[in-house]
């Protein structure tokens, strides 16, 4: 299988801090990770795409000075959400594939942040 | 700008009854994939469908791509419990994109009562 492990699962901080989420492909190297925000009962929003050794690239109206990717290794893209607000509060996906041609994205469980 | 209408957004439905949930675009797809999420969890891969007019089956689950690789759909039979979820199609290579990235439709929520 393709396992995408994601932690924290839910995270609880105060406004004005940053928090980082991390995105672990369990059994396989993803030279590519996706990272998505998902309101309730709403679908995916892609945020950026994170290549291994490479800065991510970022979907427009994405803050990439406020969401900080870092993908250092083939098996590990971080999300930091700095000076985190409420409205920053929200369900943070993120997915991984095993190479460049693949089309399956494999997801993780998700993390859910919220800003106080 | 990419889009995948996908209808309805959402259904409820007995346990036992058939259903359809579409996903259209003008763009053509180099493959289009179907995921199921339940609350609180990442969303997970049901089915990739590539080539156009090609049919799936995963057991009660019927996927379809349309001939022009613009749409697909999903018929579920006799619906149970179980199945109630948020089901998503997305999208890959549409309007010469990348085959990876996913472009996604909006979903379908999803309740079978029993």
């Known amino acids: 299988g393709a396992v995408v492990s994601q932690h924290p699962s839910w995270v609880i901080c105060k406004s004005g801090t940053s928090v980082k989420i991390e995105c672990r492909s369990l059994?396989?190297?993803?030279?590519?990770m996706f990272w998505y925000r998902q309101f309730p009962k709403q679908s995916l929003m892609l945020m950026a795409t994170?290549?291994?050794?490479?800065?991510?690239?970022?979907e427009q109206g994405v803050e990439k000075d406020k969401f900080l990717i870092n993908h250092a290794s083939l098996t590990l893209s971080t999300l930091t959400v700095t000076s985190a607000h409420p409205e920053d509060s929200s369900f943070y996906i993120c997915?991984?594939?095993?190479?460049?041609?693949?089309?399956?994205?494999?997801f993780g469980p998700g993390t859910r942040l919220t800003v106080t | 700008t990419q889009l995948l209408e996908q209808s309805p957004q959402f259904l409820s439905i007995q346990e036992g009854e058939n259903l359809t949930v579409y996903c259209n675009s003008s763009s053509v797809f180099s493959s289009l994939q179907w995921y199921r999420q339940e609350p609180g969890e990442g969303p997970v891969l049901l089915v990739t469908v590539v080539t156009g007019g090609e049919v799936k089956k995963l057991k009660r689950l019927t996927f379809q791509f349309g001939d022009a690789r613009k749409d697909s759909s999903l018929h579920i039979t006799a619906a149970q419990p179980g199945d109630t979820g948020l089901y998503l199609c997305a999208g890959a290579g549409g309007s010469g994109g990348s085959n990876y990235k996913l472009t996604f439709g909006k979903g379908t929520l999803l309740t079978v009562n029993p």
């Open positions: 997915s991984a594939i095993r190479t460049s041609a693949s089309y399956e994205q494999y």
């Open positions: 059994d396989f190297q993803a030279t590519t």
């Open positions: 994170s290549n291994e050794g490479s800065k991510a690239t970022y």
